[in-house]
Nanobody
Framework: QVQLVESGGDLVQPGGSLRLSCAASGRILSIYHVAWYRQPPGKQRESVAAMTTGGSTNYANSVKGRFTISRDNAKNLVYLQMNNLKPEDTAMYYC?????????WGQGTQVTVSS
């Protein structure tokens, strides 16, 4: 069992930056692939960024070049660095850890991009 807790969401102006954190507990994070998802108001949840246990990354086209996913296995932390934020990035952001058919979700952290 893995518990995930996100933090770092906030209200930020367009062009600003935020770093989201995801703290994992219960089992070591290094055995799981990790990902960030987001759910804009009134829309379906979508994948934003993912990182395998080997360090390979994948990003949604809408965030390539602006967002960076990283992990610190020693601290059981996953990060999402978000730069040059746009109003369309406004969403609830969720951390996800998965291996095989097993996956875990955090409760989410709200990011609002508005002037």
């Amino acid at each position: 069992q893995v518990q995930l807790v996100e933090s770092g969401g906030d209200l930020v102006q367009p062009g600003g930056s935020l770093r989201l954190s995801c703290a994992a507990s219960g089992r070591i994070l290094s055995i799981y692939h990790v990902a960030w998802y987001r759910q804009p108001p009134g829309k379906q949840r979508e994948s934003v960024a993912a990182m395998t246990t080997g360090g390979s990354t994948n990003y949604a086209n809408s965030v390539k070049g602006r967002f960076t996913i990283s992990r610190d296995n020693a601290k059981n932390l996953v990060y999402l660095q978000m730069n040059n934020l746009k109003p369309e990035d406004t969403a609830m952001y969720y951390c996800n850890a998965y291996v095989g058919t097993t996956e875990y979700w955090g409760q989410g952290t709200q990011v609002t991009v508005s002037s």
